[in-house]
């Protein structure tokens, strides 16, 4: 008997993170090689290229990484927006009981490491790194669950993915309120302005996917002259995409029978071309389609792609170039604090924190996972490759000397976080445990 696999949507949500992990660290590898090679004055020149729109009364001219980090990546906070929002609308943090034991997490995840590396910190020009050690790189993280396959249960691979987005959502608040630079309040009223109109426009059903891409957009810009960080727009305009559908599926179910019928009594032309009659009902589908489906659930299906083989991997490429013999030598200080915020800081101010809160009854441990997961999870959390070396870009973007040194720090810090955690979670568990029941 030909045994069938059914992949559930968060199944092919793993799949889809782990292989942008490979992907991650493919383009990690390049971007190191190419910036340490005979051609590093080639990596340099080329993401440092100018390009942009110059006119009589206006100019909007970036180099070329920060046209990534700038604008690719809002694309990235976007989609980051729009599972923040189904998460806590219909997912695994809609609920006080769901949410509770990923929040206690994220809480000590982001608690200790900023607190180590304040601490740990001797050098006022690096204090303003903090945030870097915040949040987890949810892609390599699932990657390494995805390689050990049924040894982990899937409630763990939930929690890992709950825990990250709400990292996540920390990271955010803490760029809107401590990496934007003086704001211009005109312009930032201008674009507040904007966006309540379009989640008015929203909550009284009045969506169009063209209009939130041009009022986004233009938020975006408005947000980049109001010196709060344009990424932040990505977040803002995701949470005004809808999440409800326009009809029932009794509703659609009941069109699509009558469209179904309609077609096969349509008039059926001799060539391979579809006859007018047809032509208007496949439209009228296309218009109850459009209806049926959740407008958020549909733009974070369509992105989820470009931004796991395009958006991300360009990142890495532009960001993880560093230069190990760099001319401006390395902050080791900066490098050692990061690596030990991001490995000993996650790990045990997640697990700590977790352990604490069932002790005192404030959580719900599911349980097929033990103690010795909860602390392996913990160590893949230190896996915190994308979001903070954007926040390295941001926190020293007027010292860029110590940018390099921070992303030393978080690649080998990343690195050992993940071999640890891997470590602990392969040689704790057993192959099949967590494996599909057989069929009856």
Same mark, same amino acid.
């Given at each position: 008997?030909?045994k069938?696999k059914?992949?559930?949507p968060?199944q092919?949500?793993?799949?889809?993170?782990?292989?942008?992990?490979?992907?991650?660290?493919?383009?990690t590898i390049?971007?190191?090689?190419?910036?340490?090679s005979?051609?590093?004055?080639?990596?340099?020149?080329?993401?440092?290229?100018?390009?942009?729109?110059v006119?009589?009364?206006f100019?909007?001219?970036?180099p070329?990484? /920060?046209?990534?980090?700038? &604008? !690719?990546?809002?694309?990235f906070?976007?989609?980051?927006g729009?599972?923040?929002k189904r %998460? $806590?609308?219909?997912?695994?943090?809609?609920?006080?009981?769901?949410?509770?034991f990923?929040?206690?997490?994220?809480?000590?995840?982001i608690?200790?490491?900023?607190?180590?590396?304040l601490?740990l910190?001797?050098?006022p020009?690096t204090?303003?790194?903090?945030g870097i050690p915040?949040?987890?790189?949810?892609a390599f993280?699932?990657?390494?669950?995805?390689?050990?396959?049924?040894?982990?249960?899937?409630?763990l691979?939930?929690f890992?993915?709950?825990f990250a987005i709400?990292?996540?959502?920390?990271?955010?608040l803490?760029?809107?309120i401590?990496?934007?630079g003086?704001?211009?309040?005109?312009? /930032?009223?201008?674009?507040? &302005? !904007?966006l309540a109109?379009?989640?008015?426009l929203?909550?009284?059903?009045?969506?169009? %996917? $063209?209009?939130?891409?041009?009022?986004g957009?233009?938020?975006?810009l408005?947000?980049?002259?109001?010196?709060?960080?344009?990424?932040?727009a990505?977040?803002l305009?995701?949470?005004?995409?809808p999440?409800r559908?326009?009809?029932?599926?009794d509703?659609?179910?009941d069109?699509l029978?009558?469209?179904?019928?309609?077609?096969?009594?349509?008039?059926?032309?001799?060539?391979?071309?579809?006859s007018?009659?047809?032509?208007?009902?496949?439209?009228?589908?296309?218009?109850?389609?459009?209806k049926?489906?959740?407008?958020?659930q549909?733009l974070?299906?369509?992105?989820?792609?470009w931004?796991?083989? /395009?958006v991300?991997?360009?990142?890495?490429?532009a960001?993880?170039?560093?230069?190990i013999?760099?001319?401006g030598?390395? %902050?080791t200080a900066?490098?050692?604090?990061?690596?030990?915020c991001?490995?000993?800081?996650?790990?045990?101010g997640i697990s700590?924190?977790?352990?604490a809160?069932?002790k005192?009854?404030?959580?719900?441990?599911?349980?097929d996972i033990?103690?010795?997961?909860?602390?392996?999870?913990?160590?893949?959390?230190?896996?915190g490759f994308?979001?903070a070396?954007?926040i390295?870009?941001?926190?020293f973007?007027?010292?860029?000397?110590?940018?390099?040194?921070?992303?030393?720090g978080?690649?080998?810090g990343?690195?050992?976080?993940a071999?640890l955690?891997?470590?602990i979670?392969?040689?704790?568990s057993v192959?099949g445990?967590f494996g599909?029941?057989?069929?009856?």
């Open positions: 008997m030909i069938e059914v992949l559930s968060f092919k949500f793993v799949n889809l993170q782990s292989s942008t992990g490979i992907l991650l660290l493919a383009t390049i971007a190191l090689v190419w910036a340490n005979a051609f590093s004055e080639s990596y340099q020149s080329f993401w440092q290229y100018e390009i942009g729109i006119t009589d009364s100019e909007l001219v970036k070329l990484i /920060l046209w990534v980090n700038d &604008g !690719l990546m809002s694309i906070f976007f989609l980051i729009l599972e923040i %998460e $806590f609308l219909i997912g695994e943090l809609n609920s006080t009981k769901k949410v509770m990923p929040l206690f997490g994220a809480l000590g995840g608690a200790l490491p900023v607190i180590l590396y601490v910190n001797q050098n020009d204090l303003k790194g903090w915040m949040a987890t790189d949810i993280a699932l990657a390494v669950l995805k390689v050990l396959g049924n040894r982990v249960p899937t409630s691979k939930i890992l993915t709950a709400v990292d996540d959502l920390g990271a955010v803490v760029i809107a401590f990496y934007s003086e704001l211009n309040l005109v312009m /930032l009223g201008g674009a507040l &302005g !904007l109109l379009i989640y008015i929203s909550y009284r059903g009045l969506y169009s %996917e $063209f209009v939130t891409i041009i009022a957009f233009i938020v975006w408005l947000f980049l002259k109001a010196g709060l960080h344009p990424t932040l990505g977040i305009m995701a949470f005004a995409v999440v559908q326009k009809i029932s599926t509703e659609f179910t069109q029978d009558s469209i179904v019928k309609n077609i096969k009594e349509s008039t059926i032309l001799q060539k391979p071309v579809l007018g009659e047809q032509l208007e009902l496949i439209d009228d589908l296309e218009d109850w389609s459009d049926y489906r959740s407008p958020l549909h974070e299906h369509k992105l989820h792609n931004v796991a083989y /395009l991300i991997p360009i990142f890495a490429l960001n993880a170039g560093v230069a013999n760099g001319e030598g390395l %902050e900066l490098v050692v604090n990061i690596m030990i991001l490995i000993l800081g996650k790990s045990i700590t924190v977790i352990f809160a069932r005192l009854k404030l959580i719900d441990v599911p349980s033990t103690n010795r997961q909860i602390v392996g999870v913990s160590f893949l959390a230190g896996i994308t979001m070396i954007f390295a870009g941001l926190a973007n007027s010292s860029p000397e110590y940018i390099d040194s921070a992303k030393i978080i690649l080998i990343s690195f050992i976080s071999i955690g891997y470590g979670l392969r040689f704790n192959k445990k599909p029941a057989p069929k009856a």
